[in-house]
């Protein structure tokens, strides 16, 4: 076996770890929270059924690519929760630190390919990680939607943060935008979203 594959090979092993790498989104069962490698998973498929809906010049392929690899990072730096302000604090870093580590396993050329795909979702600059982001976001909200809101009940989210935390939707899924809204308004009339600190939210 050469170095190419050898190094190919102990990637992929690593990146089973995906699956130990808990989220705080339930499954729609309410049975467990879901791990890295599901959620991967379901936004890669999202992202394929949901293509029609975007009005941005994408590349489902990148998409999907992105998709698979925009998390992987989490093996070594954790899942940072969407509303975790202290955890965003050191979330760079760590990442960072965890992407040097991780795709150094690869072949050099891989490794930059999927490191450059991790940067440019994170970035979220291009039309591909634009619709990427957006699938991201709207993945979990889903799930919560359907399991009573479990997350913003548990960290006592407010909904202008959820508007802040959705609002990528607006533009790279614009058909989706009145259902975000309306599952929004849903859970803040039932109390499982708390009102926003100045009571007011720009829409």
């Known amino acids: 076996m050469n170095d190419k594959l050898k190094g190919q090979l102990a990637f992929l092993i690593e990146a089973d770890k995906m699956k130990l790498i808990l989220r705080q989104t339930l499954l729609i069962d309410k049975s467990r929270r879901e791990n890295d490698a599901e959620h991967s998973w379901h936004l890669a498929l999202m992202a394929m059924t949901l293509a029609e809906y975007t009005p941005l010049a994408i590349s489902l392929d990148r998409v999907i690519r992105m998709a698979l690899v925009h998390d992987l990072v989490e093996i070594y730096a954790g899942d940072t929760f969407a509303y975790d302000t202290a955890g965003y604090q050191s979330k760079d870093k760590r990442e960072k630190e965890a992407a040097d580590k991780l795709f150094s396993l690869l072949p050099p050329e891989q490794g930059r390919e999927y490191r450059a795909l991790w940067e440019e979702f994170d970035a979220m600059q291009t039309p591909d990680a634009l619709y990427a982001s957006a699938i991201d976001r709207l993945q979990p909200f889903i799930n919560n939607a359907l399991t009573d809101g479990h997350t913003w009940v548990l960290h006592g989210v407010t909904v202008d943060k959820v508007y802040k935390r959705m609002d990528p939707v607006r533009d790279a899924l614009p058909a989706l935008w009145e259902y975000v809204e309306n599952?929004?308004?849903?859970?803040?009339?039932?109390?499982?979203?708390?009102?926003?600190?100045?009571?007011?939210?720009?829409?």
Do not use: D, F
């Open 183 to 203: 599952v929004i308004n849903e859970n803040l009339k039932a109390g499982r979203i708390k009102p926003a600190p100045s009571e007011t939210v720009e829409r």
